[in-house]
């Protein structure tokens, strides 16, 4: 299973925050197919089709999820490198449904005769809990119309994970990933294009002893401010692995996947005195997968975060106030 989650960053991504506490609450939801080349590899990963069977088979799988991310950050007043530093933790928990249904014609050895047969099943599994923790760093700078963007984040594998089940909240293993972000937003034309790009490499898991190999990713949205608080417009993605996956527990070879997307988002900004709210709902279509499910999914997002304080007043009006 690898680290990265597709559309974890949208508009407005590299834009420096207001200092202090800030909380980002996401409800996800995901509904994915894949064909027999990843039924198959999932299958022998949970231990469900040994190698040593030379089968032919016909399977699909179909997989839903619906999780709940909240990530907590806290933004520092003083300048950093010049640029404004943010440190957070993601935690998820939620629900994890995948189904595989299969038709096997095999063949196995026993003893000196080879024995022939065929068969279909179906594997259904649920999981309800709670995922990995994901740390989190950011560095932004801002210049007029332009805003820069650095961060690392990572995985420490305590989620709900088993080795020998389909479905999981938990991916099992380590990660770390780091990468650069960009937005452009003119707050006079209400224009706004954001992207980030970042590398993943996976840590070896402990319990299969499988390792995915590195992978790029690219995230981006554009949108337009209608007014000062409505925003419409594109988003999308990109997955590519650039290595294979290896170790002592790969079974199924390089396996190195992709998968595309774009798709739509609306966002509203929502004042409430002292803090200030941010409302996106967006949704992708997926397409030109390849060894990794494609679907479609869902990510309705409120940031709640510290105002931004009142410009200061004019000279000329500070002046008057001084007369009274």
């Known amino acids: 299973m690898s680290f990265w989650l597709p559309g974890i960053f949208g508009s407005l991504a ?19 197919t894949a064909d027999a080349a990843v039924a198959r590899a999932k299958e022998i990963g949970a231990g469900l ?3 040593s ?21 806290y933004t520092f007043a003083s300048p950093v490198l010049g640029g404004q530093a943010t440190i957070g933790l993601m935690t998820v928990a ?14 196995a050895l026993i003893g000196p005769f080879a024995v022939s ?6 594997v259904s599994e649920t999981v309800t809990g709670v995922g990995d923790l994901y740390p989190q760093f950011f560095m932004r700078w801002n210049a007029g119309v332009n805003n820069y963007m650095a961060y690392v984040t990572g995985d420490i594998p305590v989620g709900a994970y088993d080795p020998t089940r389909i479905a999981n909240i938990g991916i099992g293993h380590g990660a770390v990933d780091g990468g650069f972000g960009y937005t452009y937003f003119n707050p006079a034309t209400g224009h706004e294009f954001s992207a980030v790009a970042g590398l993943t490499y996976n840590f070896k898991n402990p319990d299969t002893q499988y390792q995915n190999g590195v992978d790029f990713h690219l995230d981006w949205g554009a949108s337009q401010f209608v007014t ?15 290595s294979c996956d290896s170790g002592s527990g790969d079974r199924v070879g390089c396996f190195e996947s992709r998968v595309m997307s774009v798709g739509a988002q609306v966002g509203y900004i929502v004042p409430m005195g002292e803090v200030q709210g941010y409302l996106n709902l967006k949704a992708y279509k997926e397409f030109e997968s390849e060894n990794r499910p494609e679907g479609w999914n869902v990510w309705l997002t409120l940031m709640l975060s510290p105002a931004a304080a009142p410009p200061p007043p004019s000279a000329t009006a500070a002046k008057r106030m001084s007369y009274k």
């Open 14 to 32: 590299a834009v420096p925050q207001q200092p202090g506490v800030s909380v980002t609450s996401i409800y996800y939801h995901t509904s994915v």
């Open 49 to 51: 089709l040994p190698v």
């Open 53 to 73: 069977i030379s089968a032919s088979v016909q399977a699909g799988l179909g997989s839903t999820a619906d999780l709940a991310i909240v990530v907590p950050t």
């Open 94 to 107: 939620g629900r994890n449904s995948t189904s595989i249904d299969a038709f096997l014609n095999a063949t």
């Open 117 to 122: 047969g065929s068969r279909f099943f179906n």
């Open 228 to 242: 000062k608080q409505l925003q419409i417009g594109l988003v999308g993605y990109l997955y590519q692995q650039l």
